[in-house]
């Protein structure tokens, strides 16, 4: 791991290197990342790559359905009461026979297996990320 100095940041005359065009605060606020609680996990036979049809619990938001590739990492069994990030207002998605909902985000793994985002602490379901 590369020597970050004292505090987490790069030694002096090092500049971390940028992770994208910068976007606006409103951009930001305008993404519905919030909280659900997995209810539901199905197989999914038809996708291209191994994949978890999703049913999460938002709370006063409803319950919404989501496209999963993440078996590498989940049984069905370790997700079911799992909270989860998701992206809820993307417009719907088609995939195959199943129509994805919701986003929910994770982390690629150097593998490209994906470790879910979630909360560190249980809050409700449908809390926006702040």
């Known amino acids: 791991m590369e020597d970050r100095g004292d505090h987490g940041y790069p030694p002096p005359g090092r500049m971390p290197r940028p992770v994208s065009d910068p976007i606006a605060w409103a ?67 088609q995939i195959g026979p199943f129509r994805s909902e919701v986003l929910v985000t994770g982390f690629a793994r150097e593998d490209g297996a994906i470790v879910l985002a979630q909360p560190e602490r249980s809050v409700p379901n449908g809390a926006r990320l702040a």
């Open 27 to 93: 951009d930001f606020e305008r993404v519905e990342l919030r909280v659900g609680t997995i209810i539901a996990v199905d197989d999914f036979p038809e996708a291209r790559k191994p994949a978890w049809k999703l049913t999460v619990d938002f709370g006063d938001l409803g319950t919404r359905r989501s496209s999963a590739q993440i078996t590498a990492l989940y049984t069905r069994e370790a997700l079911i009461g799992r909270q989860v990030l998701a992206v809820l207002n993307f417009p719907a998605k």
